[in-house]
């Protein structure tokens, strides 16, 4: 089982700060995604990268790939009260067949 | 518009009782997934399913069942609930198994095994 490790696992700033969340594995994937959990609801994707390299922007959000597709990085810039959530990364690899292995994610709180 | 759901959204059960849990999508997707979400664990898996009578164990299979006897259905049962499996589970499902493709989730059941 390739494992991905999130840091932080918590993370808490004021509006308008920026930030950075990690997600770092000894293995390879052939793909990453991320998604976004609030609170009592399921985790929602915001992105798939799986181009070692790739860099996705989505508003203020930006998603980068690592050149050997083992780790990647979610920056928000000027984050807001909105972007509040439990960040998850999760990899796929092309024997996966559709399964996806989960970090334990990165609780951001962006506070008014 | 397409969704999928799960119920019922919380529950209490004492150990030994048998409990399943209902997830129904309606966006005709062949992949169903059962994963348990820990406080630092993240989402583990428990079984998935490609199709009608396809079944599989994930990682966390042990104690739990699921049955696939159509497209929009993949219940989940606890044998005989134990403690341990106080946990929030949530039901996901995928068209394919192309590395791009979108796990939908629901919105979570709250389970506590007394």
């Known amino acids: 089982t390739q494992l991905l490790e999130q840091s932080p696992q918590f993370l808490s700033i004021q509006e308008g700060e920026n930030l950075t969340v990690y997600c770092n594995s000894s293995?390879?994937?052939?793909?990453l995604q991320w998604y976004r959990q609030e609170p009592g609801e399921g985790p929602v994707l915001l992105v798939t990268?799986?181009?070692?390299?790739e860099v996705k922007k989505l508003k203020r959000l930006t998603f980068q790939f690592g050149d050997a597709r083992k780790d990647s990085s979610l920056h928000i810039t000027a984050a807001q009260p909105g972007d509040t959530g439990l960040y998850l990364c999760?990899?796929?690899?092309?024997?996966?067949?559709?399964?996806?292995?989960f970090g334990a994610g990165t609780q951001v709180v962006v506070t008014p | 518009d397409a969704e999928i759901t799960q119920s019922p959204r919380h529950k209490i059960t004492e150990t030994g009782r048998q409990v399943t849990l209902a997830c129904h999508q309606t966006?005709?997707?062949?992949?169903m997934f059962w994963y348990r979400q820990d406080l630092g664990h993240g989402l583990r898996l428990i079984h998935y399913s490609y199709g009608v009578h396809d079944t599989n164990k994930g990682e966390v299979s042990d104690g739990y069942s699921v049955s696939r006897s159509n497209t929009e259905d993949l219940p989940l049962t606890l044998e005989s609930a134990a403690s341990s499996q106080t946990s929030v589970y949530f039901c996901?499902?995928?068209?394919?198994?192309?590395?791009?493709?979108?796990?939908?989730f629901g919105p979570g059941t709250r389970l506590t095994v007394l």
């Open positions: 996901a499902s995928s068209l394919g198994t192309d590395l791009t493709d979108t796990q939908y």
């Open positions: 293995s390879v994937f052939s793909s």
């Open positions: 966006w005709n997707h062949n992949n």
């Open positions: 999760a990899g796929a690899t092309t024997d996966s067949w559709g399964k996806l292995q």
């Open positions: 990268v799986v181009t070692g390299g």
